[in-house]
């Protein structure tokens, strides 16, 4: 049985592996095996190459030249190709409503009942029971 | 090709949803702008939003020869497709922001960059007297005449009707004016939007990350041996890393407010459908420890007053239907505020902050309602003062003079959140001091009044 994966995207910028180290940490000590990609090319590269079944991406994401575009929910769309790439589980982090990409959401959930979405407000991570909330949401 | 409406659009946009709105609330205006300029100067206008056609002025706008064109549907699509590749940039440029179109007519073209989509507005059209432009006429005429003799004739003779011209450098410069006054417009609104997101989202990210790392630097101090730190060293060091992270989670409501502020134009339709039952006893309690350390800066006391019903059992906040999230930020607005406006300059004022739950709050009342009290010593308000001070962006006049940083967001977003959850907010603050004496301590509260269904009833 594979072992619980997340791919955890942030922007392309040289701190954001900092930003997001303490975070993959704590997955970490939860149990699962995370690796990073830092821009929408990078994650579906590694999403294409397999041996990932869940991941967790940030709704704002680098373009695949590694700029972020303004209003740019790129997120949401790699979250698409990785329901097409048959992964079972994916997160959402976010620091807006989720109705806010509501439309787009009842799309994905449509489009793929097979998949799990969840949607996790950044503002809350730094409460440690929100992070169990959080590996809980990215288990099966 | 018809003319598709803009939400419409921004409906088949996966960011379409979010980022569209501020878009949606500026179009009207320059659909107004447009429609203005076209009347003034004779000019059509064509509005393409990526590859689809979004807006056009009535075909009286139009030289006859394109309203003959756009009047045929034999004829129409080769415009539309033409007007398509020119607002694709596929054609050249006649001169600087002109471009010829199939049929020798010249048009003004403007590009727009919106964050979720290029607007590329066509200026046209004037009839291009040039051999080139002759050319094209000649050949269009000449190709629908081999199906429809008798719109070729119309159209011959709506050429020869239409007035010939050119762009003029002051058309130009009206162009200029205009596209630019659009362009401040979507960037003031579609664009204040995006960079305000992308701003909260990188502050969000530091302040998750130096949360994080406060966190666990706390933890590695706490291991560390005996000898390495003295056991002072080890208390400081823990007391600032606590500080550092209170710091941070607290940083996050104040992105999250201006995030409220800025951007959400449907708020309540936003946050409403996410309603769930809450918990206000652990809300007010998580928020009151996350405000201690704070507090404690100041030398200020967090008093959660325990009240007990009929001398039995003490008083617990019932749970709300609410946005646990959004509760989390109205606590965070009025704790915060009683903090930073309580006296610490003052020998001898109360360094207090006195919480009470009034359950229920007015016994009587159409519906049955409690209340979070948040009290606090210090700066007050007038009457005058106190009418406006839900309003966004308004301070009160002690507080401009002795707390010189605040946004004034604070009490207009509680206010927000309370109507949200059908609740009221109400402030009072009694001055406490001398008649004459200028300035003396105020004793400001603010009440937090919730609808509620009691237990007792839920029951049946």
């Known amino acids: 049985m594979r072992q619980p994966a997340i791919l955890e995207l942030l922007w392309a910028d040289d701190d954001s592996r900092g930003a997001v180290a303490p975070l993959v940490r704590r997955l970490r000590e939860r149990g699962f095996r995370v690796s990073v990609a830092t821009s929408y090319a990078e994650a579906l590269t590694l999403l294409s190459e397999g041996a990932f079944n869940a991941l967790l991406v940030d709704i704002i994401l680098p373009r695949a030249d590694d700029t972020v575009g303004l209003g740019s929910y790129q997120g949401l769309e790699l979250a698409r190709d990785a329901a097409e790439l048959n992964i079972e589980n994916i997160a959402f982090l976010t620091v807006v409503q989720p109705s806010e990409v509501a439309a787009e959401y009842r799309r994905l959930e449509a489009d793929y009942p097979g998949v799990k979405f969840s949607f996790h407000d950044k503002m809350l991570l730094l409460d440690p029971k929100n992070i169990d909330v959080l590996a809980n949401s990215l288990r099966r | ?460």
């Not at chain 2, 659009?9 to 878009?23: C, I, M």
């Not at chain 2, 056609?53 to 009047?71: A, K, Y």
């Not at chain 2, 440029?93 to 507005?121: D, F, P, S, W, Y």
């Not at chain 2, 009707?161 to 130009?172: K, N, V």
Request: glycine share 6%; with cysteine.
């Open chain 2, 1 to 460: 090709m018809s003319v598709t409406t803009l939400s419409e659009l921004l409906s088949k946009s996966p960011n379409g949803d979010a980022f569209g709105r501020p878009l949606l609330s500026v179009w009207p205006h320059i659909d107004s702008i447009l429609r203005a300029f076209s009347t003034a100067t004779s000019l059509p206008i064509f509005v393409f939003f990526n590859d689809a056609l979004l807006f056009r002025t009535p075909p009286e706008t139009m030289p006859p020869f394109c309203q003959r064109m756009l009047d045929s549907p034999e004829t129409a699509p080769l415009c539309m497709k033409d007007g398509q590749r020119r607002a694709a940039g596929d054609v050249p440029e006649v001169k600087e922001g002109v471009q010829m179109c199939h049929a020798g007519m010249l048009n003004g073209r403007r590009e727009i960059e919106t964050g979720i989509g290029t607007l590329v507005i066509l200026f046209g059209s004037k009839k291009s007297i040039t051999d080139e432009a002759g050319r094209r006429r000649a050949r269009v005429v000449q190709r629908v005449a081999e199906q429809a003799q008798d719109h070729a004739a119309e159209l011959d003779a709506a050429d020869r009707a239409s007035d010939p011209g050119d762009f003029e450098p002051a058309d130009m410069a009206l162009i200029n004016s205009i596209t630019d006054i659009i362009e401040r417009l979507i960037s003031a609104t579609a664009g204040f939007h995006f960079q305000t997101f992308n701003m909260a989202h990188e502050l969000s990210l530091m302040l998750i990350s130096v949360g994080f790392h406060s966190e666990d630097l706390n933890e590695l101090v706490a291991g560390l041996k005996g000898g390495a730190l003295t056991a002072e060293t080890k208390a400081q060091m823990s007391e600032s890393n606590k500080l550092i992270f209170t710091q941070c989670r607290l940083g996050l409501y104040i992105v999250r407010n201006f995030l409220s502020h800025a951007n959400e134009t449907k708020y309540r339709e936003v946050v409403k459908p996410h309603f769930v039952e809450v918990n206000m006893e652990d809300l007010l309690q998580e928020m009151v420890e996350l405000h201690r350390p704070l507090a404690a800066e100041k030398k200020i006391k967090i008093e959660v007053v325990e009240e007990k019903e009929k001398e039995k059992e003490p008083v617990a906040l019932p749970a709300v239907l609410g946005n646990a999230m959004e509760l989390r930020r109205l606590f965070y607005n009025v704790i915060s505020n009683a903090i930073k406006y309580s006296y610490h300059s003052i020998p001898n004022a109360r360094r207090v902050i006195r919480i009470r739950r009034k359950v229920p709050y007015d016994p009587g009342f159409k519906k049955e309602r409690f209340a979070v009290a948040v009290e606090n010593y210090g700066l007050g308000l007038t009457e005058e003062e106190r009418r406006s001070v839900f309003r966004a962006g308004f301070r009160v006049r002690q507080a401009v003079e002795e707390v010189p940083i605040g946004s004034g967001i604070g009490l207009s977003e509680a206010t927000k959140i309370m109507q949200l959850h059908k609740g009221e907010i109400r402030l009072h603050s009694k001055s406490l001091h001398e008649p004459g004496v200028e300035q003396g301590p105020y004793l400001t509260t603010v009440d937090l009044i919730f609808p509620y269904v009691p237990r007792r009833s839920r029951r049946t």
